[in-house]
């Protein structure tokens, strides 16, 4: 007999795997498991600074490659969960990010975009891995906002990167689950909102 949580598991799963499909996704990018595996109850996604690189109104749009973008693409996927491990829909998702050289564009918003949440909680950015920077590991910068609700500013980093162990602000709670996904990379982070 299958417990709640179990349930709850099989059908985030199967949910994930359906807009993976239906989006046009890589095969591999739903084989990544959760991150992280939400349990009835479970802590929020760690907070982080939002830096000095945020600029407020980006456009609206899940695909940040642009003409000329340079650098691996990376599909990132994955859910926006209660801390009962419910889907939230309609939650504004707004991703910035340096480029393939470490730099961040602040006289446009080439490699910044925002969306919300589909009626089952799922998100999906295209982008590329960004560079490292000067005392900084690989990674992207997200805030995450119920509708009407407080907003989680943190940051996502790469798994196996050499950087991470020397960067001050690294969190291995923010760490997304990465697959190589034909010439690419497919990413996976749920991120957990403190709302019951």
């Keep these: 007999m299958m417990t709640q949580d179990q349930t709850r598991r099989r059908f985030l799963l199967a949910t994930g795997t359906l807009a993976a499909a239906e989006l046009g996704f890589d095969a591999h990018a739903q084989e990544l498991p959760p991150t992280p595996a939400c349990h009835d109850g479970d802590e ?12 407020p109104r980006s456009p609206e749009r899940s695909d940040l490659i642009e003409s000329g973008s340079r650098g691996a693409t990376v599909e990132l996927t994955g859910l926006v969960l209660t801390r009962r491990c419910q889907p939230l829909a309609g939650a504004l998702i707004d991703l910035w990010q340096a480029d393939d050289k470490g730099d961040y564009d602040n006289s446009g918003f080439r490699f910044r975009g925002h969306q919300f949440t589909d009626a089952n909680g799922r998100y ?20 995450v906002q119920p509708s009407g609700g ?29 697959a190589q996904a034909g010439n690419g990379e497919a990413a996976r982070f749920d991120f957990v909102l403190d709302i019951r």
């Design 44 to 55: 929020p996604t760690v907070r982080q600074t939002e830096g000095p690189f945020f600029k």
């Design 124 to 143: 999906r950015f295209r982008t590329i891995k960004p560079a490292r920077y000067t005392g900084r590991a690989r990674h992207f910068h997200v805030k």
């Design 150 to 178: 407080r907003i989680l500013t943190t940051q996502l980093y790469f798994p196996g990167e050499a950087g991470n162990r020397r960067d001050p602000l690294f969190r291995s709670e923010l760490l997304m689950n990465v």
